[in-house]
């Protein structure tokens, strides 16, 4: 039995540049890949469409060409045009005979078919048309069809250049191209005058090669539909290192192998390891942890077309494959998954879904764990910074509903520090180091409104904070966490949840009391001793202070009289002729 260590062992290397002539560099080794994986997959009867895009002269279609030289080879029925599988005859003249019929046919051994569509291709030769030859014969004259390139290329590649060009200007072929690329297997259907139309199930990889910064543009943006029938897009980028240049104009000079012998001995050992890894690619697994990483992708990331994600599983198991395993690794998945995607979604989604597998592999059993650590810790968390934090951003979200809101904030927040044990001494510890808030500001008519920061111990109020608001979340943590502190603010907390359904409770400092329920007297505060303009603080500042929200520029009606052009008001103390003043008024006035 022929294996892969016979194979280096005689050839001594198998690499696919080497067989081809040609060089191997950072920036064509992903289509070097792609066009391997591609052939792999066709042999085992799963079409994998490429295209691969770049500057002009980095040797797209010079790679793409060169393996028709080296093709593995297919087995079909004896002069069959349509490269019958004798297993599996599809065609009109054999999909009617039983297998001993076949089997007197006989069978051959062909290269598989590597054929090309050109700008200047008709649907007739694309598809297929009347055999005029046997129209017109003066034996037998008959009505027969003649197959097309698509059809005569079942079970191998097509390829098309420029294709970008091809979808403006042959639309109609396009067209084509998505019936084939569309399925697995494709279809095609002749039609004739005269004749009943013929559809044909058709399995050939689609390889394509194409400039997008030159006219009409990248594939994607002229026909999208078609840009999403490919598995692959790969970049070809030129060589940067002066030493791999070089090496190409050494190869370009060399030209073909004096000793042809010795080249299709390579040629002939390359295709052998195809067949081989054909054979092994039945035997690798996918794990289910990574089907449902691949999956998530899907979700995760809102992706468009699920063909994304079923290129990436066919792309997995061939790449692990042409590395000898028998299991997917995640190594795998981040090799390929920017392959699938890189003509799906933009570039920055693009590089957040790379980002995000880099992590993954980086660190591939701690990202459980620190889930799981942060279950944890939202479900136990009793500090009185995390539970303003959470008020906070409860707040933020329910914007249009304020007033319900917060009335149900302070009621949960009074019923969760009665609830946990030493919430006094907790919030004493780490109001300071509240975490930084999801949202970090909200916006009310251009006035940027932060999320207020936790009080310090002692109740003290930091400017700007918000923090001597009656009935706000700074109050009730300042005052669990005040001068009583300990077991007198575990009490005091028990008594406000006793008190958090009535309304005029939440209007008293809770934490201060001695335990007993009784109202600690009010604390003198900036707010209370601050002077007021004719409607007291403004309507925007009661608004934040309710929602817990402190603005990030001073309330107008605070603002100094002598103030330029004219002392600060209120919008309420606005007449309605001043709210608009143009240009010409402003230099009368």
Excluded at 83 to 105: I, Y
Excluded at 160 to 173: C, F, G, Q
Excluded at 306 to 331: M, N
Aim: some cysteine.
């Amino acid at each position: 039995m022929v294996t892969l260590g016979m194979i280096a062992a005689t050839f001594g290397g198998y690499d696919m540049e080497s067989v081809l002539g040609l060089v191997r560099h950072p920036g064509n080794d992903a289509l070097f890949r792609a066009v391997e994986m591609s052939l792999v997959s066709t042999l085992a009867g799963r079409p994998l469409h490429i295209h691969a895009e770049g500057l002009r002269g980095t040797g797209k279609t010079t790679i793409m060409r060169r393996v028709r030289r080296v093709l593995p080879r297919i087995r079909r029925i004896r002069g069959c045009l349509y490269n019958c599988d004798p297993s599996a005859p599809h065609c009109p003249v054999h999909r009617h005979l039983s297998p001993e019929e076949v089997a007197a046919l006989g069978e051959e051994r062909v290269p598989m078919p590597f054929l090309e569509i050109s700008h200047a291709a008709k649907i007739g030769t694309v598809v297929g048309s009347i055999d005029l030859s046997r129209l017109v014969s003066a034996t037998n004259p008959e009505a027969a069809l003649l197959p097309g390139t698509i059809p005569q290329a079942h079970r191998g590649i097509i390829f098309v250049d420029e294709i970008n060009r091809l979808a403006e200007t042959s639309p109609e072929l396009a067209d084509v191209l998505l019936d084939v690329m569309g399925t697995r297997p494709g279809r095609v259907q002749i039609e004739e005058t005269g004749l009943p139309p013929v559809e044909l199930p058709v399995l050939v990889s689609v390889w394509a090669a194409s400039n997008p910064d030159e006219e009409p543009g990248p594939l994607e943006e002229i026909r999208r539909q078609l840009s999403d029938r490919f598995d692959f897009a790969i970049y070809t980028d030129r060589p940067g290192d002066p030493g791999v240049v070089e090496q190409i104009l050494a190869a370009a000079e060399a030209g073909e192998p004096a000793r042809r012998s010795i080249a299709e001995t390579k040629a002939e050992l390359w295709r052998t390891r195809l067949t081989l890894r054909t054979a092994e690619l039945r035997k690798v697994a996918v794990p289910s942890g990574l089907r449902r990483q691949v999956a998530g992708l899907y979700s995760q990331f809102d992706l468009e077309s699920l063909r994304a994600v079923e290129a990436i599983q066919a792309g997995v198991r061939l790449s692990a494959c042409l590395e000898g395993r028998t299991e997917v690794q995640l190594a795998d998945l981040l090799r390929v998954a920017p392959l699938a995607l890189r003509h799906r979604v933009d570039p920055e989604l693009l590089r957040r879904v790379t980002s995000y597998l880099a992590e993954a592999a980086a660190q591939p059993e701690a990202a459980p764990a620190a889930g799981a650590a942060q279950a944890t810790h939202a479900a136990g968390a009793a500090h009185a910074a995390n539970v303003a934090h959470s008020a906070s951003v409860a707040h933020a979200a329910n914007v249009a509903h304020a007033a319900a809101a917060a009335h149900a904030a302070n009621a949960a927040q009074a019923d969760n520090a009665a609830r946990a044990p030493n919430v006094g001494n907790a919030g004493h510890a780490h109001a300071g180091a509240a975490p930084r808030p999801r949202f970090p500001g909200l916006s009310f008519g251009g006035v940027l409104a932060e999320p207020a920061q936790a009080a310090s111990g002692g109740g003290e109020r930091r400017p700007g904070s918000g923090a001597g608001v009656p009935g706000s979340t700074q109050t009730r943590a300042a005052g669990a966490a005040g001068p009583q502190g300990g077991a007198g603010g575990v009490q005091a907390g028990a008594g406000a949840g006793s008190r958090a359904s009535d309304p005029a409770a939440s209007q008293v400092g809770e934490g201060s009391g001695p335990g007993n329920g009784t109202p600690a007297p009010p604390r003198a505060d900036a707010t209370q001793a601050r002077p007021r303009g004719r409607g007291g603080t403004s309507w925007l500042r009661r608004a934040l202070s309710q929602l817990g929200l402190a603005p990030a520029l001073p309330d107008p009606a605070e603002l100094p009289p002598q103030a330029p052009p004219h002392p600060a008001r209120p919008l309420s103390a606005l007449a309605p002729e001043e709210w608009v003043r143009t240009e010409e008024e402003l230099s009368r006035s």
